[in-house]
């Protein structure tokens, strides 16, 4: 078990919805990470929060947002869904330059 | 471009045979993190491994081993002895001095199947 709590596991929802997905970080650790696993696009980097700031960004999508609040939970929002949004949503988390552990995922199904 | 590559798509041995994969990037930096991770049937990300830049020992835990070789950008992974319980697909990743440090490049993933 690696500490990071995501929830939930699956989650099925139709092309023009907005989901929510929930990161609940190691105890301790500051830094959240979103990474996004799908068929065509392997596993990307999706953006990184620290301490509740923004820290870094990669190819999120502007449909995509996040944020991380004051007991260090974090959400990944995902609005105006399409097919292609299908995938495995991971969070990770980390403290002070310690590798990263990984949630077990969210599936999400865009149908 | 393709910063992390692993060429093999997928490896397929009997029970007890050793299993190498491979690995290979491409960064400017001098300062850098290598990674691999195991993703087994469930689905979760299991770490594995991280060897830093200016660290090129290789490294043995268990069955499980690994070679850096700078000169070739090479971090390879090898499976001594395999059981059907290491079946998975591993990655290999990469993050740089000049970006986040948990701001992994994954590879593209070498499914890994053991069979009795």
């Known amino acids: 078990d690696s500490g990071v709590t995501q929830t939930p596991k699956h989650l099925i929802t139709a092309t023009g919805q907005r989901v929510t997905l929930r990161c609940s970080p190691r105890?301790?650790?500051?830094?959240v990470y979103w990474y996004q696993q799908s068929l065509d696009q392997g596993l990307q980097f999706l953006i990184q929060?620290?301490?509740?700031?923004?820290?870094a960004k990669g190819n999120i999508l502007e449909r995509f947002s996040a944020q991380q609040f004051p007991d260090l939970h974090s959400e990944l929002n995902l609005s105006s869904l399409e097919l292609g949004d299908s995938a495995l949503y991971f969070c990770?988390?980390?403290?002070?330059?310690?590798?990263?552990?990984f949630g077990n995922g969210t599936r999400l199904t865009v149908t | 471009a393709q910063k992390v590559t692993q060429a093999q798509t997928e490896i397929s041995v009997v029970e007890k045979e050793d299993v190498t994969l491979d690995c290979v990037y491409e960064t400017r930096d001098t300062t850098y993190y290598l990674f691999w991770y195991k993703q087994p049937p469930s689905g979760e990300l299991v770490f594995l491994i991280r060897r830093n830049s200016f660290d090129e020992q290789n490294e043995i835990s268990g069955r499980y081993s690994w070679n850096f070789q700078k000169s070739t950008s090479s971090f390879n992974f090898t499976i001594t002895a395999s059981q059907v319980v290491d079946s998975a697909v591993y990655f290999c990743a990469l993050s740089e001095i000049t970006d986040s440090w948990g701001k992994l490049q994954f590879g593209a993933g070498t499914q890994v199947v053991v069979t009795p």
């Open positions: 990770a988390s980390s403290r002070g330059g310690s590798p990263l552990h």
């Open positions: 929060y620290y301490n509740g700031e923004e820290r």
């Open positions: 105890s301790g650790d500051l830094s």
